[in-house]
């Protein structure tokens, strides 16, 4: 199955990378004038990118018309646009983008990223949630999937949050062009794949309407008949209410309480303190519970279709929900979870283009990685709130701008598709935004890396409770 490679591609560079670490740890040794506290804060991503110093105090420009003002408008704008329709969110553009040109320090700049990808990808789950689905009778979001790989992302970037503290700053870096040039490549490869397939189609469809001829030989252009029972048209409010299930939106909702809830007790807790550990460990029960019960459901109405004969899926992935399948669903969940969270990403990188893996088409794919993405986004939100990390004015601006640019990229790319014929287009925006995130966050950390090294900072792993 494709998505083997996908997922194998990811851990051997992952494990690729952390071997490698070994020998430049050996060939690099810490400067006996540099504290270890501030090679600590060098490695956070949470973000360490645009800045030499990574550990300098918060800087907050004040929000006044400028040049600086305009042009990062004109790329939170076009970057949150694109960026959720392809399902990945954009931070890769936005990080560097808040330190180069508007001058925030680096971890206040992944706050407001966060604000950013939280707004665009809102506006982008309310536009859907009035879209039909393109081919079927179901919603647009694939609940389904949303239920099996939101609990297991989110402890992924729990965990890759915690590796963020203890990776090496170069290895971070390492990564992020391993994973951002993997999967845009990838995502690129299938967009040409699936563009002709749809020429293809597109091909056989005028063929088809070639073949319609009246009694007299002549050719009947754009023949349209009525079908026996008329379709019923839907108004907006009974799409957006056939597109919402209550019940399953609700233990989605439950799920980001839980999260939400311990991290806010964890944080006010003494980091490595056994409590500590305790809260962290609460996180298990929590995402595998959700997994488990989604997973069941989905192997029972898997075994209750093929003992009658039916082999379509009422899941939008076209692959068999066997116990080996979901397992691998479950792995590929964490891995994503973890590297977007160890990158700082929020894991919509993975998401994306792992859903286009497993058969799932581009218009559902996005909607649903964009749904997923609203949790993870919004529960970083909360957190940097009640920790201050970000000023409220911006926060409050740059939102409105992602929520603009969320509704206009939706509507933009839905009517472009609609008269092109081509849900490819969705792909190929995907594979763009990720590529440019590898080139603005490759780029500045190689920088940033050759700087420590000419330093002579230390450029191994940290132990986890000295780096808090």
Same mark, same amino acid.
């Given at each position: 199955?494709?998505?083997?490679?996908?997922?194998?591609?990811?851990?051997?560079?992952?494990?690729?990378?952390?071997?490698?670490?070994?020998?430049?740890?050996?060939?690099?040794?810490?400067?006996?004038?540099?504290?270890?506290?501030?090679?600590?804060?060098?490695?956070?991503?949470?973000?360490?990118?645009?800045?030499?110093?990574?550990?300098?105090?918060?800087?907050?420009?004040?929000?006044?018309?400028?040049?600086?003002?305009?042009?990062?408008?004109?790329?939170?704008?076009?970057?949150?646009?694109?960026?959720?329709?392809?399902? &990945?969110?954009?931070?890769?553009?936005?990080?560097?983008?808040?330190?180069?040109?508007?001058?925030?320090d680096?971890?206040?700049?992944?706050?407001?990223?966060?604000?950013?990808?939280?707004?665009?990808?809102?506006?982008?789950?309310?536009?859907?949630?009035? &879209?039909?689905?393109?081919?079927?009778?179901?919603?647009?979001?694939?609940?389904?999937?949303?239920?099996?790989?939101?609990?297991?992302?989110?402890?992924?970037?729990?965990?890759?949050?915690?590796?963020?503290?203890?990776?090496?700053?170069?290895?971070?870096?390492?990564?992020?062009?391993?994973?951002?040039?993997?999967?845009?490549?990838?995502?690129?490869?299938?967009?040409?794949?699936?563009?002709?397939?749809?020429?293809?189609?597109k091909?056989?469809?005028?063929k088809?309407?070639?073949?319609?001829?009246?009694?007299?030989?002549?050719?009947?252009?754009?023949?349209e008949?009525?079908?026996?029972?008329?379709?019923?048209?839907?108004?907006?409010?009974?799409?957006?209410?056939?597109?919402?299930?209550?019940?399953?939106?609700?233990?989605?909702?439950?799920?980001?309480?839980?999260?939400?809830?311990?991290?806010?007790?964890?944080?006010?807790?003494?980091?490595?303190?056994?409590?500590?550990?305790?809260?962290?460990?609460?996180?298990?029960?929590?995402?595998?519970?959700?997994?488990?019960?989604?997973?069941?459901?989905l192997?029972?109405?898997?075994?209750?279709?093929?003992?009658?004969?039916?082999?379509?899926?009422?899941?939008?992935?076209?692959?068999?929900?066997?116990?080996?399948?979901?397992?691998?669903?479950?792995?590929?969940?964490?891995i994503g979870?973890?590297?977007?969270?160890?990158?700082?990403?929020?894991?919509?990188?993975?998401?994306?283009?792992?859903?286009?893996?497993?058969?799932?088409?581009?218009?559902?794919?996005?909607?649903?990685?964009?749904?997923?993405?609203?949790?993870?986004?919004s529960?970083?939100?909360?957190?940097?709130?009640?920790?201050?990390?970000?000023?409220?004015?911006?926060?409050?601006?740059?939102?409105?701008?992602?929520?603009?640019?969320g509704?206009?990229?939706?509507?933009?790319?839905?009517?472009?598709?609609?008269?092109?014929?081509?849900?490819?287009?969705?792909?190929?925006?995907?594979?763009?935004?990720?590529?440019?995130?590898?080139?603005?966050?490759?780029?500045?950390?190689?920088?940033?890396?050759?700087?420590?090294i000419r330093?002579?900072?230390?450029?191994?792993f940290?132990?986890?409770?000295?780096?808090?």
């Amino acid at each position: 199955m494709a998505t083997r490679g996908f997922v194998l591609y990811l851990l051997s560079g992952f494990s690729l990378a952390i071997l490698s670490v070994f020998f430049l740890n050996n060939s690099t040794e810490r400067s006996p004038y540099q504290p270890l506290a501030f090679s600590a804060n060098s490695t956070l991503l949470l973000a360490s990118y645009g800045s030499s110093n990574p550990g300098k105090e918060k800087v907050w420009p004040n929000l006044e018309f400028s040049w600086r003002i305009v042009l990062a408008t004109m790329i939170g704008f076009l970057g949150s646009a694109f960026g959720t329709v392809g399902g &990945v969110g954009g931070g890769g553009i936005f990080v560097p983008m808040l330190t180069l040109i508007v001058g925030f320090d680096t971890k206040s700049a992944a706050a407001l990223s966060k604000c950013m990808i939280m707004g665009a990808s809102a506006s982008s789950v309310w536009y859907n949630l009035r &879209v039909p689905h393109p081919t079927k009778e179901v919603p647009i979001i694939d609940y389904d999937l949303a239920l099996l790989f939101q609990p297991m992302l989110m402890l992924g970037i729990t965990i890759g949050v915690a590796l963020s503290v203890v990776f090496p700053y170069w290895l971070i870096t390492v990564l992020i062009i391993i994973l951002f040039i993997g999967t845009s490549s990838r995502s690129f490869f299938k967009g040409i794949e699936m563009w002709k397939e749809e020429t293809i189609l597109k091909k056989e469809m005028a063929k088809r309407q070639e073949a319609i001829v009246n009694s007299r030989g002549e050719l009947l252009i754009d023949a349209e008949y009525e079908p026996l029972v008329p379709k019923e048209e839907k108004s907006e409010l009974q799409i957006v209410c056939f597109n919402l299930r209550w019940k399953r939106l609700l233990v989605l909702v439950g799920v980001w309480f839980c999260y939400l809830l311990i991290q806010i007790v964890k944080n006010n807790t003494p980091e490595c303190s056994t409590w500590y550990w305790v809260l962290f460990s609460l996180q298990l029960p929590a995402a595998i519970g959700v997994f488990a019960f989604e997973a069941v459901k989905l192997n029972k109405e898997h075994k209750k279709r093929i003992s009658t004969g039916n082999t379509e899926s009422i899941c939008e992935a076209s692959i068999e929900w066997t116990p080996m399948h979901l397992a691998f669903c479950a792995l590929c969940g964490i891995i994503g979870g973890t590297v977007g969270g160890l990158l700082g990403s929020g894991g919509g990188f993975v998401l994306g283009p792992l859903l286009l893996e497993i058969g799932v088409i581009p218009q559902v794919a996005s909607a649903t990685a964009t749904f997923v993405m609203m949790f993870s986004s919004s529960l970083s939100v909360v957190e940097f709130y009640l920790l201050k990390r970000f000023p409220i004015p911006y926060a409050l601006y740059l939102t409105t701008v992602s929520i603009l640019a969320g509704f206009w990229g939706q509507y933009f790319v839905r009517k472009l598709i609609t008269i092109l014929k081509r849900a490819s287009l969705i792909v190929f925006i995907l594979s763009a935004v990720i590529f440019a995130s590898a080139l603005t966050m490759g780029v500045i950390g190689i920088e940033t890396s050759i700087k420590m090294i000419r330093n002579h900072e230390f450029m191994g792993f940290l132990g986890f409770c000295s780096s808090q």
